[in-house]
């Protein structure tokens, strides 16, 4: 899982193209009458990882089925999660608020729209070998960072680490898409890595692998947006509102699934994708079951402020080719109570 911000976008393309999402990715069961259910496809935006438990138990234990609806999870084509959902082959998908941004306004707008929060808070930062200066911001200085080269990225390192007193100039940006980084930084191959702590995070205490890490939310509360989200297609969710809700009711039982009892729904992950590690599915899905839901009541709410902050931080910085208005790209209005 390279929950990073950008990551699913710019990772996607060394993926299949859209044609070899047709084979569902998921083990779930299908009764006889399954024909008579509605089709929905469901596009992960990564390989299945623990951010995903919760739609592989609502398929597995049947949730939608009792919500008539017959459910394919499949993975995401060569232009990524979004596309695909913008062109209403696919009803549902994974993304990010910050990748969405292009798409919310503007002449590259997509019909897309984030209907579920699946993480409450913004989980991503960066981590680095123990005791080499950078468990704060400032400490990247004369640093080797893996950078995607994506404006929006660059401009929050920027951001965390003037907030912190440094000099961003003097971090060194080493383009890489670091897709173990447990090795990366054992080769020190470079110093400090973007990640989402749920997964990389885990994998390097499974490993027993000594770092330093700061979250990006704890440096500035405007990069506490929402990351990842079940987004939409907008001409599904007006002809079919009573289904995207079914969906959500179903999704939503999932994920309180897996919060209740993370080792059943490890395993339940485990048995639709075998390759995972076992270790490190078990250990992240025990730190994602208190992240879900966080602080709120009602599973998958988007709080408007926290959508808002984050879209008027790119206006201000000139990271949106257009004005990113309030309150636009999301809505709650399919959340389950």
């Known amino acids: 899982m390279k929950k990073k911000i950008l990551a ?12 070899a999402c047709g084979s569902s990715e998921d083990s779930g069961k299908k009764d006889s009458g399954s024909e008579d259910l509605e089709k929905i496809t469901f596009v992960l935006d990564w390989t299945p990882n623990t951010n995903h438990t919760g739609l592989y138990v ?42 969405m941004a292009p ?8 019909p ?20 080499e200066g950078m468990e704060r911001p400032k400490g990247l200085e004369g640093k080797k960072y893996a950078t995607w080269d994506a404006p929006i990225e660059k401009a929050m390192m920027q951001n965390v680490v003037e907030k912190d007193g440094g000099d961003f100039s003097k971090v060194e940006l080493i383009p890489s898409t670091v897709t173990d980084e447990v090795s990366a930084l054992k080769s020190k191959s470079v110093d400090a890595i973007w990640i989402f702590y749920a997964w990389a995070g885990v994998a390097t205490e499974v490993a027993n692998l000594e770092t330093d890490y700061f979250a990006f939310k704890d440096i500035n509360p405007v990069f506490d947006y929402y990351t990842p989200v079940v987004i939409a297609n907008n001409d599904f ?60 009541k009602q599973w998958g709410y988007i709080d408007p402020a926290r959508w808002n902050a984050f879209y008027g931080w790119l206006n201000e910085n000139g990271l949106s080719e257009a004005e990113l208005p309030e309150n636009a790209g999301f809505s709650n209005d399919y959340l389950p109570e």
């Open 103 to 110: 798409g919310v306004a503007g002449d590259n707008a997509l």
């Open 58 to 99: 609502a398929k597995e234990k049947g949730y939608f089925e009792k919500e008539g609806l017959d459910v394919e999870i499949v993975q995401p084509p060569e232009d990524g999660a979004d596309a695909l959902v913008a062109s209403g082959k696919a009803q549902f998908g994974v993304s990010f608020q910050d990748s």
């Open 112 to 131: 897309n729209t984030a209907v579920a929060a699946l993480i409450q808070h913004n989980t991503s930062g960066i981590i680095s070998r123990k005791g």
């Open 8 to 19: 699913a976008v710019l990772t996607a393309c060394m993926l299949t193209s859209v044609a």
């Open 237 to 296: 969710l007006e002809e079919k509102p009573d289904t995207a809700k079914a969906f959500l009711r179903a999704l939503k039982q999932g994920y309180e699934d897996a919060i209740v009892d993370p080792d059943e729904a490890a395993s339940i992950l485990l048995e639709a994708s075998p390759e995972l590690d076992e270790e490190l599915v078990k250990a992240s899905q025990e730190y994602l079951k208190d992240q879900y839901k966080a602080d709120v």
